[in-house]
T-cell receptor, first 111, second 114 residues
Framework: DAKTTQPPSMDCAEGRAANLPCNHSTISGNEYVYWYRQIHSQGPQYIIHGLKNNETNEMASLIITEDRKSSTLILPHATLRDTAVYYCIVRAEAAGNKLTFGGGTRVLVKP | AAGVIQSPRHLIKEKRETATLKCYPIPRHDTVYWYQQGPGQDPQFLISFYEKMQSDKGSIPDRFSAQQFSDYHSELNMSSLELGDSALYFC?????????????FGPGTRLTVT
């Protein structure tokens, strides 16, 4: 699976949009970009995933660059409950669908 | 909506004892995954099963074994427990391993080895 690079931490103001970047310059054509988050000691929570098109659901939006070497997760209106570690994961189908967690961005939403 | 169920939620064992963790996937999900998360670490993949067959294996110690049963629930058996096995153990489930179906995680079992 391709390696991802995320900033270790970022702060965000409550009510504002949070933009979380992720670099995955070695991504292969059949690899998806997944985003999960983990609120302190809870099970990781699926947020969104995409292959090459931008995606949006009730939680967030995922913007993938045209060359697919980077992506941005957007939380449109951050709340205090969005404080968590956010993981960007690139997953190859041939890998048996396991998720490889690494680093992540610790997001602190401040009032 | 139904979620992944894990039991027990907390478990305290002594060194060299055995432990069994159980996972009940979301209804209709046929694939289960086990992850281990040590203190201050990221979750690490241990093993996965699809249709009762092992589908992938990560850094799972030889002292650990797992299986998936006919009703799709899974059990992680851990023997000769060591202090370093103290961790959160998460189970996740999904609909199939070969498609880009998201994995849904349970609340975890906190294992403490003393």
């Amino acid at each position: 699976d391709a390696k991802t690079t995320q900033p270790p931490s970022m702060d965000c103001a409550e009510g504002r949009a949070a933009n979380l970047p992720c670099n995955h310059s070695t991504i292969s054509g059949n690899e998806y970009v997944y985003w999960y988050r983990q609120i302190h000691s809870q099970g990781p929570q699926y947020i969104i995933h995409g292959l090459k098109n931008n995606e949006t659901n009730e939680m967030a939006s995922l913007i993938i660059t045209e060359d697919r070497k980077s992506s941005t997760l957007i939380l449109p209106h951050a709340t205090l409950r969005d404080t968590a570690v956010y993981y960007c994961i690139v997953r190859a189908e041939a890998a048996g669908n396991k998720l490889t967690f690494g680093g992540g961005t610790r997001v602190l939403v401040k009032p | 909506a139904a979620g992944v169920i894990q039991s027990p939620r907390h478990l305290i064992k002594e060194k060299r004892e055995t432990a069994t963790l159980k996972c009940y996937p979301i209804p209709r999900h046929d694939t289960v995954y086990w992850y281990q998360q040590g203190p201050g670490q990221d979750p690490q993949f241990l093993i996965s099963f699809y249709e009762k067959m092992q589908s992938d294996k990560g850094s799972i110690p030889d002292r650990f074994s797992a299986q998936q049963f006919s009703d799709y629930h899974s059990e992680l058996n851990m023997s000769s427990l060591e202090l370093g096995d103290s961790a959160l153990y998460f189970c996740a489930s999904s609909l199939a391993p070969m498609e880009a179906y998201e994995q849904y995680f349970g609340p975890g079992t906190r294992l403490t080895v003393t």
